[in-house]
């Protein structure tokens, strides 16, 4: 191990046992903070001026450290690595090393990293971990760092497109181009700020890691039994070290996977109302009733009117078609229940069918003419292209007017003390189909030269510099279909709500039009990202021991750039009108579509959504009957199909640290203290279209960034440990675009953006420790506190159109989906936007949390069985009901149970993650008669394994078989509104079990 990676996984901050500073209030905290450090910074000055470091009674060595890890290989080795740089560590955190990513059964980094105590992984609608979160604060809360450098990723997040902030999306790197994954959860003044909860080191291979010649290669193919698909993955990592001074390593990573999900979910829930009957049904205000008083979002109507469908099923009330009834009679219930009572806003059964095939490769080349030098150039490269088709088929009930023949008639429903209609009959609806083909290609690379140089003794230098560069690209589609209209029997409780319409909607021939009732038959939907970062960071050192004793100082300069642009909805109308209208696939819509390619949808889900297929465009036919590939958008100037602002972000930044690191005897027993501040600027300049020009603004502000870390040993086998530190993260970029996006298809919402928001800015209190009772086994507990200022909140207001230009809006050019949603409401001056913008929170939010950790060989039972374990519990308190922080889970905790021998390896993981609120509140506030909702994500527990076998050795290689299950009790990713009983949304990912061959020498 040389010395930059000894002393990098020595600052390593490790988990520990806490105890509380309840009762303690913020004033006291910042008194005892600063006073600690400026202690802390003098012993540590003093200290350091002495070059001599004694090594302690009953404290490893280096030495007998690296003699551990020769004698206990395996999983329990891995094991050991992680304890010894615990041991050794004086702050708090965790590593994994090369051993444990590529052993234990994990997709990709995220899913890695996701083992450590307080990590909460985000998962995409696939299963696969994508994001994670430290310490229950969002993704965007923790900062991502690539061997020590900023990056940024232009990849687009899970289905929703939402990644426009500035999160990591881990699952575009592969394990097995990565040495080491550490995680810091009390910072240092050496760690680049941007981490209020966390901060990731991702350390790519090198040569010297394990010199000599090496050659890796492994081959996988991994089965879902949600499609009955094998996919196969590739890999290959070459090094070798020559004359014990120069090393080269190359690797590459291969795979493609064919996946489908199956999923069901809503665009939230909400009420509806009687249209008004007292005009004909062809009045183009087709507003509620107004002989009473209608509240709630009325987002559906009823009809006052006979459909043929009511008229076929009740004879006996001799109606023609037309003739006038009473809805609120029909329903079964009073005025006021069918008024407040919800339903799915577009309740949609749907599946995602597609492939994506990945690349990633490395190349580190390292030069190392004596022991005081090492020079190095890692390269790092992954691209990915996804092609796939999502296809829903949803329940009509948004803008569902009276004049355009969609209004429903209730009967029989069923409303329970939720307000929610749990079950009913609906005729006149339409399944309205949405199909959108993706196509996507995303490409990232990574240039960082490095050099360490041991100028003397006591003097060190680190120099590093970093250029990456990342784009993204989505072609996204939209198209819509309806069937005739028909009559759907329903039930919303359970997991997947049922919409029984009496059609083979799997069929291409039950008679689908295009929707040319709403005039929304196509949307063109076109995303372009690109993110560019440069670093130049030299650090300094001064001790032979400086992480222990000496002092570290440096600088830092990071320039980092996003743009995002949107080609949508501006488009559509000259896409239809010279592309889609004149072509053969808009007159024969039925030539056009295929049977579902999906015949047993829903399959896994509690109760059938209904359907058990949707019939799909053939795509390639489609797009060369409207010649797709000749249409030449123009770029939308306000946000994209999300709601995300759109627009450019460049961010100077330059830093400044120092900090000391002391070792002291107190009452006869070692303490070691690390204390320093760190000193950044930030420039910002944020540009986005807006009307005919291009609107720029541009902030800037400094922070000081104070840390204090130590860890004092009660006894050779008892440490404790204490941390306090301030750390920031920067405001989302999407929500400070100098300009207004609508954040609906229709004009019922839109948001502006804030180019002023402040950081978040947290004062963290850690305090806890270790008891480790053998060389591998260690108990650890520990509590922690963040006091989170500047957090943002979602202000919202309702606006008059025709007032909207004061916010920014440009009203000028409106789809034609949303020009007829404002006539159909009575025009600007009549109707309506609900404006909604971020600012900064004036109170603050406070987390408190605990966390443990178990590691048990269990040899005195068995020769190589054991166990590990973790838990964090997470509680907050906020002074402002706005500065709630959405996305904390209560519990999160992991098990895993291993049993190894020199032949084979077992082991079993069982992963648990509370749900947790994940919005501010969806269109019910707790006004108007209408309980409070939010969006919360529904608990999950997943189970994975993993297991080889030492096969014997062919031709001088290693041989190995791995047998591995991912989620094996094809456990959901759910989202509920408000109610344990009422799905937001549902995906099942399934099972997937993987078997490979892997071969080393």
């Avoid at 509140?921 to 919360?936: E, K, L, W």
């Amino acid at each position: 191990m040389d010395r930059c990676e000894r002393e990098g996984l020595a600052s390593v901050e490790r988990s520990v046992i806490k105890t509380s500073f309840r009762g303690t209030n913020m004033n006291m905290k910042r008194s005892i903070l600063a006073g600690g450090l400026g202690i802390a910074g003098l012993l540590a000055a003093s200290i350091a001026n002495s070059q001599t470091t004694q090594t302690t009674q009953g404290s490893p060595s280096t030495e007998d450290t690296q003699l551990e890890e020769i004698v206990v290989t395996g999983y329990r080795g891995t094991l050991l690595n992680s304890t010894n740089a615990k041991r050794d560590s004086v702050g708090f955190g965790d590593v994994i090393f090369a051993d444990d990513i590529g052993k234990l059964p994990s997709q990709n980094l995220a899913e890695s990293i996701n083992r450590i105590p307080g990590v909460k992984i985000s998962r995409d609608v696939t299963g696969e971990g994508q994001q994670i979160s430290v310490r229950g604060l969002g993704p965007s809360f923790t900062k991502i760092v690539l061997n020590g450098n900023n990056i940024a990723v232009a990849s687009d997040g899970n289905l929703t497109g939402t990644n426009s902030n500035r999160e990591v999306d881990l699952d575009i790197f592969p394990t097995e181009l990565f040495s080491s994954l550490a995680v810091a959860k009390t910072p240092t003044a050496s760690h680049l700020e941007g981490g209020t909860s966390g901060y990731v080191n991702l350390r790519t291979m090198r040569p010297f890691d394990n010199p000599g010649q090496h050659f890796r290669l492994s081959a996988e193919g991994a089965y879902s039994d949600i499609n009955e698909e094998v996919s196969p993955t590739l890999s290959g990592v070459y090094s070798n070290t020559f004359n014990e001074q120069f090393g080269v390593l190359l690797g590459v990573v291969a795979s493609r996977k064919d996946y489908r999900v199956d999923g069901y979910e809503t665009v939230g829930y909400s009420d509806g109302c009687v249209a008004d009957y007292t005009d004909a049904p062809a009045n183009t205000n087709s507003g509620c009733d107004g002989s009473g008083a209608w509240a709630g979002r009325n987002h559906f109507m009823y009809s006052p009117y006979a459909t043929a469908d009511f008229v076929a099923a009740h004879p006996d009330l001799g109606l023609s078609v037309g003739d006038r009834i009473d809805p609120v009679a029909m329903s079964g219930l009073s005025r006021d229940e069918l008024d407040r009572g919800i339903l799915p806003y577009l309740g949609r059964g749907m599946y995602t069918v597609g492939d994506r095939d990945a690349t990633s490769a490395l190349a580190s080349f390292q030069y190392q003419p004596n022991d005081r030098i090492d020079v190095a150039l890692d390269i790092l490269y992954s691209e990915t292209e996804r092609q796939f088709d999502r296809v829903e088929a949803s329940n009509w009930g948004r803008r569902n007017y009276l004049h355009l023949g969609g209004a429903w008639i209730p009967e029989n429903f069923t409303v329970d003390s939720n307000q929610v209609i749990t079950s009913g009959t609906i005729y006149n609806t339409h399944v309205w189909v949405g199909h959108r083909a993706y196509q996507e290609d995303f490409d990232f690379i990574s240039y960082m030269p490095s050099m360490a140089w041991d100028i003397t003794d006591s003097f060190h230098m680190n120099l590093s510099a970093s250029y990456t560069e990342s784009e993204f690209m989505r072609d996204e589609p939209y198209f819509f279909y309806m069937s005739p209209a028909a009559t759907a029997h329903f039930r919303t409780v359970g997991d997947v709500s049922t919409f029984d319409y009496g059609l083979d909607l799997s069929r291409p021939d039950i008679g689908w039009q295009w929707d040319d009732i709403q005039n929304d038959q196509i949307r063109f939907q076109r995303n372009f990202r690109e993110t560019e970062t440069t670093g130049l960071h030299a650090d300094f050192s001064l001790g032979e021991e400086p992480n222990r004793t000496g002092l570290n100082f440096g600088f830092a300069y990071d320039k980092a750039q996003r743009d995002l642009e949107y080609f949508g909805g501006d488009n559509n109308t000259a896409l239809k009108e010279n592309h889609l209208f004149p072509s053969d696939a808009y007159a024969n819509i039925g030539d056009y579509l295929i049977r579902s390619p999906v015949n047993d949808l829903g399959a896994v889900f509690d109760q059938s959504a209904g359907y058990s297929g949707i019939a799909m465009l053939d795509v390639g036919r489609f797009l060369d009957s409207i010649n797709y590939s000749d249409f030449v958008p123009t770029e939308s100037g306000t946000g994209d199909q999300f709601g995300q602002g759109v627009g450019g972000i460049e961010e100077e930044v330059y830093g400044v640290y120092v900090e000391g690191n002391a070792e002291a005897d107190l009452l006869g027993r070692p303490l070691r203290m690390n204390a320093g501040v760190r000193w950044v600027r930030t420039t910002q300049t944020l540009s986005s279209l807006a009307g005919d020009g291009t609107a720029e603004t541009e902030a800037e502000y400094n922070k000081f960034l104070p840390s204090f870390n130590a860890t004092y040993d009660v006894s050779d086998s008892v440490k404790l440990r204490t941390s306090a530190s301030r750390t920031m993260t920067r405001a989302n970029p999407g929500e400070m675009y100098p300009n207004s996006v609508w954040t609906s298809s229709g004009i019922d919402t839109a948001r502006a953006g804030n180019p002023n928001l402040e950081p978040f800015e947290s004062i963290n209190f850690d305090i806890g420790g270790e008891w480790y009772y053998g060389e591998i086994g260690y108990v650890s507990v520990g509590y922690f506190e963040k006091e989170i200022t500047g957090f943002t909140r979602n202000d919202a207001i309702d606006v008059l159109f025709q007032d909207l230009a004061a916010y920014g809006l440009d009203t000028s050019n409106l789809s034609e989906s949303q020009q007829d949603a404002l006539d159909s409401c009575g025009g600007p001056a009549s109707c309506t936007v609900q404006v909604s913008t971020r600012t900064n929170v004036q109170g603050a939010a406070t987390l408190r949390g605990f966390e443990g950790i178990w590691v048990m060989p269990l040899d005195f039972v068995v020769q190589g069985l054991g166990f590990n374990a973790s838990a964090t519990k997470i509680k907050q308190e906020a002074d402002d009901a706005g500065s709630i922080i959405t996305g904390i889970s209560d519990w999160t905790y992991n098990w895993t149970g291993y049993y190894e021998n020199e032949l084979f390896q077992v082991r079993l993981t069982y992963y648990h993650q509370d749900g947790a609120i994940s919005s501010g509140f969806q269109g019910y506030d707790g006004t108007n008669g209408f309980p409070a909702r939010r969006i919360r994500s529904d608990d999950r527990s997943q189970v994975d394994f993993s297991a080889s076998m030492n096969l014997p050795s062919v031709g001088g290689m290693d041989l190995t078989l791995t047998l591995d299950g991912y989620n094996i009790t094809n456990e959901p990713v759910r989202n509920l509104f408000e109610h344990s009983d009422l799905t937001y949304d549902i995906f099942y990912p399934g099972a997937t079990y993987t078997i490979g061959l892997r071969g080393a020498f």
